[in-house]
């Protein structure tokens, strides 16, 4: 398995987007229903809003696996040795072969002051959950994030600490 991880400019938009669709898609209709997935992959993965978000701080990574794009992670740095995860996103048909868990390293590997990251994930999404806690992450609250026109982000904070 040869897994990379590679810096993502504003070039590579489109192919992110191509991504979040299919991974968003195959995915979260079944735990925030269809509408509310239309809404975030506008309100997130339009050109304009990942433009913003680079230009804000996060710096995205495209997942290759043999070659192939299979996935996407965004990290923004909040502090001396703090982070914050606001992206891992691996497609649904590569899941399970130890691909989350290699990305996980291969950000580890890039971020060597690393002393924290925190991440937001829905309080309904299982997989996600269960993998974060196996890389290590607690759930450090319980949150709600209002994100415009009656939607909300029904969250659990998780928080990484590197021993």
Do not use: C
């Not at 701080?57 to 740095?77: C, H, I, M, N, R």
């Not at 914050?84 to 390293?105: M, P």
């Not at 937001?120 to 196996?134: D, G, L, S, T």
């Amino acid at each position: 398995m040869n897994l990379q991880l590679v810096a993502a400019t504003e070039e590579n938009i489109s192919s992110i987007q191509a991504l979040a669709e299919v991974i968003w898609n195959d995915h979260y209709p079944e735990i925030i229903g269809q509408e509310h997935v239309d809404y975030m992959l506008n309100r997130f993965y339009s050109r304009g809003a990942m433009v913003e978000q680079m230009r804000g701080g996060q710096q995205f990574y495209q997942v290759f696996l043999d070659g192939l794009p299979v996935g996407f992670a965004a990290v923004e740095k909040r502090g001396e040795g703090s982070y914050f995860l606001n992206k891992l996103y691996i497609g649904t048909g590569v899941q399970r072969g130890g691909i989350g868990r290699g990305v996980w390293g291969l950000l580890l590997d890039l971020l060597p002051d690393l002393r924290e990251m925190r991440l937001q994930v829905n309080r309904q999404n299982y997989k996600a959950i269960n993998f974060y806690f196996r890389v290590g992450f607690v759930i450090e609250r319980v949150a709600d994030f209002d994100i415009g026109d009656g939607y909300f982000m029904n969250d659990f904070v998780m928080l990484y600490q590197r021993k």
